[in-house]
């Protein structure tokens, strides 16, 4: 396990369906989050996971969108009907929690995302 | 509402020289500042990272510069070559989350 890995590596849908994309993090990091990156744009927040309790949600994350870590290992992200909007390239990092408090923002590791197309 | 402010959008500059990338924060209950690199079809990889109680941090052909005061935080590449070809961005992150709020990038293009 070197790395965070991502499935599927690109989804191409019709507007109003449902999917889910996965993330398997390194195995020993607690931390585990989703990042949303349109065209020519930095990644933003969405939701981090440590363990398996979902502890912060950005106001990006609709009623639309659902995340799981259930047994704080792999997670999903599910997107039910599906808009225009959407389309993105859908980021997971993990990170393990470190000594001194966590105040580290160090340590992230990305995967190489989801690119999601909404038709 | 725009947390950190990069510049410029696109930096082209000749092989072996400096590139230079601008980022402004508002937020001054951020504590920790990370650049990344990002290559087409890859997610983000740390580059270099600085706390705002140091006011340079080098490491290789990479340079971070923080004027606290301005709230303003700048990566160096020295010498540059093609392969630092990518898109860069500067970050920041406070609390217990440590979520990363990234700027908006610099497609940097290194010609041979």
């Known amino acids: 396990d070197t790395g965070v890995s991502q499935d599927p590596r690109h989804k191409i849908t019709k507007r109003g369906q449902n999917v889910t994309f996965r993330c398997d993090p390194i195995?020993?990091?607690?931390?585990l989050y989703w990042y949303r990156q349109t065209l020519g744009q930095g990644p933003e927040f969405l939701t981090y996971?440590?363990?398996?309790?979902?502890?912060?949600k950005s106001r990006l994350l609709s009623d639309r969108f659902s995340a799981e870590r259930p047994k704080g290992s792999f997670s999903t992200l599910e997107i039910q009907r599906t808009e225009q909007g959407d389309s993105a390239m859908y980021l997971c990092?993990?990170?393990?929690?470190?000594?001194?408090?966590?105040?580290?923002?160090?340590?992230?590791?990305f995967g190489s995302g989801t690119r999601l197309t909404v038709v | 509402q725009q947390q950190v402010k990069q510049s410029p959008q696109s930096l082209i500059v000749q092989k072996g020289g400096i590139s230079i990338i601008n980022c402004a924060y508002e937020?001054?209950?951020?504590?920790?500042f990370p650049w990344y690199q990002q290559f087409p079809g890859k997610g983000p990889a740390l580059l270099i990272a600085?706390?705002?109680?140091?006011s340079e941090k080098k490491e290789g052909r990479f340079t971070i510069s923080f004027n606290k005061s301005a709230k303003q935080f700048s990566l160096h590449i020295m010498d540059s070559q093609p392969g630092d070809s990518a898109t860069y961005f500067c970050a920041a992150t406070r609390g217990s989350a440590r979520q990363l709020t990234f700027g908006s990038g610099t497609q940097l293009t290194v010609l041979p």
């Open positions: 195995s020993e990091h607690n931390r």
């Open positions: 937020n001054t209950a951020f504590d920790y």
């Open positions: 600085i706390r705002p109680d140091v």
């Open positions: 990092a993990s990170r393990p929690i470190l000594r001194g408090g966590n105040r580290d923002g160090y340590g992230y590791t």
């Open positions: 996971f440590q363990n398996e309790a979902q502890l912060e």
